[in-house]
C-alpha cells in the first residue's frame, strides 16, 4: 500500500491508540480520524478527554462520530478489555518517559516491559488483527563499540561496554518483549514496529516531544552555543504515515521500520543555521557556535542532565531508512521543512 492510499475509505474500522495525548500519538489520531476511520484512545484520567477534543476540533476534524476516550493506564489490568472490544487495530505509542532518570533504571525498565506486554495480552484475547507498536532508534543504535550503517537489524547493546541511558534499556528490553511474546504467545496477532528518531514537527497543543524543545530554546534565545551533537530526525507527519502504512500493508507483518529523514543525521547547528536563515526575526536568539567537547564535559560534572548526552558528542550515527520506503512506499519530507514548520506552530500557539 502506497503513502497516497492512506486518504482511501476505510470501511470505518475500529483503531484503538494508546496515550492519545502524547504528541505521536495527537498526530496519528488525526491522520486516522482523516483516512475515515474510528478512533478509541486511551487517556490515564477522565479529565483530558475535553482538553484533547478540543485539540483536535482546532486541527480541523470532527471528534463527535468518529473519536472516543476511555480511561486505561499501563500499570493497571483495568479498562484495557474495554479498549479493545471491537477493534480491529491497535496503535501502541504510549511509553513512560520521565522527566528526569530515575535512580533505580528499573523505575523505567518495568514499566515500559510490562505496559507493552499488558496491551499484547489484551489485543490478543480481543482478537485484534495487528498491533503497531511504537519503539525508537533508542533500541537500534546504542551501546556499540563501533558505528556501522545502522539499519533494522541492529539492536542496542544494552549489557556491553559502552553505557546505554535507562529510556534506551526501556525501549529495548521493552520491544524484544513484544517479538517474544507473539512468537510464543501470540496466538493469530500480528506485530509490526516504528523506530522512529528525533521527532520534530508541528506542535498541536503545549503537549509536545522532548526533541522540539531544541528548537524551542533555540528560538528563545536558551540556548547559547551548541553541543557538538548529531542525530536522526523524523517528522510527526510522516511517522503518523508511516504508522498507518505498517498497520495496513502485509509486507510489514513481523517487521521493524526506522523513521528518519532522508538527509541526516542532523547536527543541532545545522538546525540552528536553518532557523537563523529562514526566521530572521529569531537570528540573533538562535546560536551560532558550537561548544568544544572538553568544556561540555567540564560542565557536566556538575549538571547531571547532561552526563547523558557525554557519549554522543562529536558522534555522527549513519542510519538507512530504505527499508519503510521499499517495502511500504513511505516518502519523508525534508529535515528543513521539518524544522521551519515546528518553528512556525511555536509561534502560532505563542510557545516562543
Known sequence: MAAQDLDQASG????????????IASHLI?????????VRTTIRTPSREKELRNTFQNAGVDTESHLSFVVADLTKDEGWANAM??????QHVASPFPAATPRDENELIRPAREGTLRVLKFARDAEVKRVVLTSSFAAIGYGHEQMPVFTEDHWSVVDGKISVPAYHKSKTLAEKAAWNFVQKEGGNLELAVINPTGVFGPVLSRDFSTSIQIIE???????????????????VRDLADLHILAMTNPAAIGQRFIGTCDNGPVSMIDIANVL????PDYATLVPTKVLPNFLVRAVALFRSDLRVILPELGVTKLINNEKAKTVLGWKPRPIEECVLDTADSLVEHSIV
Open 217 to 235: 530554546s533555540m528560538m528563545k534565545g536558551d540556548l547559547p552555543a551548541c553541543p557538538n551533537i548529531s542525530f536522526g530526525a523524523v517528522d
Open 30 to 38: 488525526l491522520r486516522l480520524l482523516h483516512a475515515g476511520y474510528k
Open 276 to 279: 537563523r536563515e529562514e526566521k
Open 85 to 90: 472490544e471491537g477493534c480491529t487495530f491497535v
Open 12 to 23: 470505518a474500522q475500529c483503531v484503538l491508540v494508546t496515550g492519545g495525548s502524547g504528541f
